[in-house]
Each structure stands twice: as C-alpha cells, then as structure tokens.
C-alpha cells in the first residue's frame, strides 16, 4: 500500500517562499506515475497546483506557473513544492496525490496546513 | 480552462435513499478523465470513480458513476450513514491541467 506523508513549517511570512516535502513509502517514485500537490483553502474546494514525473518532467496550473517549483529527488523517495512570494491566499491544506489511473487522484497524503500570516 | 459545476451544492436524504449528484463541464470531458472522490471532515479526499465509471480498488458496489461529453453522474444506491461527506468530480484536459468542482455536501436529513 502506497503511503504519502507530507512535511513542512507550517506558519509562513507574507512574500515569504512555502516549501513542502512529500515522502513516498511502500512504492517508489520512480514508478510509472505522476506525483501531484493540491491545495484546498478552508473551508473551500480543491485546487491542483502542479505534478512532476520521476524523470524530472513537470506541469503546473497556469494559474500559479509563475511561482511554483515542483522538483523530485528519487535517491530518498520524495518530491516537493516551493511557492514563493505568498500571500494569505495562499493559506490552505496542501496535499500530496499520485496519479493513477485514467489521470485520477488513487493515493493521497493527509495533509498539512499552511498559514501565512506575520 | 474547463470548468466543472456540481449541483446541487448540498443534498439532503436519509439512509437507505438513493442519492443522485451531478457534475456537468463547460466543455466536453474525454470519459477516460472524470473521476469522483469523496471527502470528510479533517480527511483527505478518496478516489471512488475513474475513467467515469470505474470504481477504484475497495469502493462498495452502491457507488456508480455514468456520462459523458458534459454531464456526469455519481449515484448512491442506498445511501449508509458512513457516505454523508462532500463529493467533488475532477477532470484532467490538455494542457495537461486538472479542475475540480466546487463540491456537493451530501447531509443527513
């Protein structure tokens, strides 16, 4: 069973930069899948940030290209997300997901909150 | 960007109704890439339907998704009281890119 643990601070300073680690056990990374974040504001719905394949291979959501970095590191099984220049919408629970099949969400990692607040 | 509009946005039945959802796009969806997940509170979303009508590994058999082109449908069959939650439909298009719905809070009555 593939399992997904998100990490990271979970307070950030407005303008400052976010930066999340996704771990990845019981599979590997390098495995035929694509590796998602998706952030959900509270109280509010989903919302995909951006994916990466093993091979380095990334797509982000127009929306936020300008300011995400999805980068993957296979020698410790992990990916993660850096979202600079933050604002308090940026506030939300971010989740890590593996892409299975038919380009749905099979696997999902809790969850952390992020607040951005001074 | 294609856009994904559930309704209703909340649904109020009693256990052992059948529950009806919808999800229609702003442009035609290619069925391979709609996909349902169920979400409760403090939990992170589980997938229950791919590829619009598939059910994903250990999703009870009272959960069925259908459609096509526009408008898409997730039914419970009979409803139990571990499936009152929100329910969002997501699609994935080109450029690669994946929208979600706004989500149906499916409540007990």
């Known amino acids: 069973q593939v399992q997904l643990q998100e990490s990271g601070p979970g307070l950030v300073k407005p303008s400052g930069t976010l930066s999340l680690t996704c771990a990845v056990s019981?599979?590997?990374?390098?495995?035929?899948?694509?590796w998602s974040w998706v952030r959900q504001p509270p109280g509010k719905g989903l919302a995909w940030i951006g994916e990466i394949y093993h091979s380095g291979s990334t797509n982000y959501n127009p929306s936020l290209k300008s300011r995400v970095t999805i980068s993957v590191d296979k020698s410790k099984n992990q990916f993660s997300l850096i979202l600079s220049s933050v604002t308090a919408a940026d506030t939300a629970v971010y989740y890590c997901?593996?892409?299975?099949?038919?380009?749905?969400?099979?696997?999902w990692g809790q969850g952390t909150l992020v607040t951005v607040s001074s | 960007e294609i856009v994904l509009t559930q309704s209703p946005g909340t649904l109020s039945l009693s256990p052992g109704e059948r529950a009806t959802l919808s999800c229609r796009a702003s442009q035609s969806v290619s069925s391979s890439y709609l996909a349902w997940y169920q979400q409760k509170p403090g939990q992170a979303p589980r997938l229950l339907i791919y590829?619009?009508?598939s059910r994903a590994t250990g999703i009870p058999d009272r959960f069925s998704g259908s459609g096509s082109g526009t408008d898409f449908t997730l039914t419970i069959s009979r409803l139990e009281p571990e499936d009152f939650a929100v329910y969002y439909c997501q699609q994935y298009g080109s450029p690669p890119m994946y929208t979600f719905g706004q989500g149906t809070k499916l409540e007990i009555k």
């Open positions: 590829g619009a009508s």
């Open positions: 997901a593996r892409g299975g099949s038919a380009a749905s969400f099979d696997f």
């Open positions: 019981g599979g590997s990374i390098s495995s035929s899948n694509w």
